[in-house]
């Protein structure tokens, strides 16, 4: 499949030489959170030069489902890995999902005030961090070393007061806004009303808002029942198309991207 090339826009959305930290955050859920997590990670794993770590922060662990994993059947999960704890030797420790990709899979019953002593800056790559929908301390320190918040949205007009609200919250814990991108998903342009949300999100939010929207798609929604990505599970559909175009968003101050339009 060939991307269109005209439509690649250079952000900041990046930074040179170094692995992102990427929160997934939306305090709605439903929006297509889980999914973003999954194929970005799994795009930049498969066409940067540097591993993805997943991490299942979310205590409903859909991203550990969607990747085959049931989080209450296992012994090591991202409450240890925030606490630094080492990985047991018998393998049931961060998850190998292919080459470059791995999951650190979630935790279902979190205890409160869990410990956070790991050094995200120590990790190797790109962190992509699947948030719950829910803002709260740890969610606040965690995002404050992340280098970008990406939050997925749906273009409905009530959407519009919880990025107002989110922009207040990162304001009061001292994160700049300047690392906020959002990113429609389950965009239809033969939609009125959607056409309508895209056009009053860039005039009050202006480049925070990506130009890249994730159309409605069914593949989207039927690949994490088959543990894959949907650059595995559907290479051809539009969902495949959408993120691949938001991973070059990422990639295109990568040394290794070629910038081939292909995949």
Request: some cysteine.
């Amino acid at each position: 499949m060939r991307s269109h090339a005209g439509a690649w826009e250079r952000y900041d959305f990046l930074l040179e030489g170094t692995g992102m930290k990427i929160m997934i955050f939306n305090q709605k859920g439903g929006v297509g959170k889980t999914t973003t997590a999954l194929n970005l990670g799994a795009g930049l794993a498969r066409w940067g030069s540097a591993p993805v770590t997943l991490v299942d922060l979310d205590p409903q662990t859909h991203l550990s489902a969607a990747m085959g994993f049931r989080a209450e059947t296992l012994t090591w999960n991202v409450s240890d890995w925030l606490a630094g704890s080492l990985e047991p030797r018998d393998g049931h420790g961060v998850k190998r999902i292919a080459d470059q990709l791995c999951l650190v899979p979630g935790d279902c019953n979190p205890k409160p005030g869990r410990k956070m002593e790991r050094n995200l800056d120590d990790s190797a790559g790109h962190l992509v961090i699947d948030a719950p929908p829910t803002w709260n301390d740890e969610v606040a320190a965690l995002m404050t070393v992340c280098d970008y918040v990406l939050t997925p949205m749906e273009p409905e007009f009530l959407s519009m007061q919880g990025i107002s609200r989110l922009l207040q919250q990162m304001q009061t814990a001292g994160i700049p806004w300047s690392r906020l991108r959002l990113l429609l998903c389950r965009y239809d342009k033969r939609l009125a009303v959607h056409r309508e949300v895209r056009e009053l999100l860039t005039e009050r939010f202006g480049d925070h808002l990506l130009s890249v929207v994730i159309r409605n798609n069914v593949r989207l929604a039927e690949a994490p029942g088959y543990g894959q990505s949907i650059f595995d599970y559907a290479p051809d559909s539009a969902g495949a198309e959408d993120y691949f175009a938001l991973v070059t968003n990422t990639l295109l101050a990568d040394n290794a991207w070629l910038g081939t339009g292909e995949y």
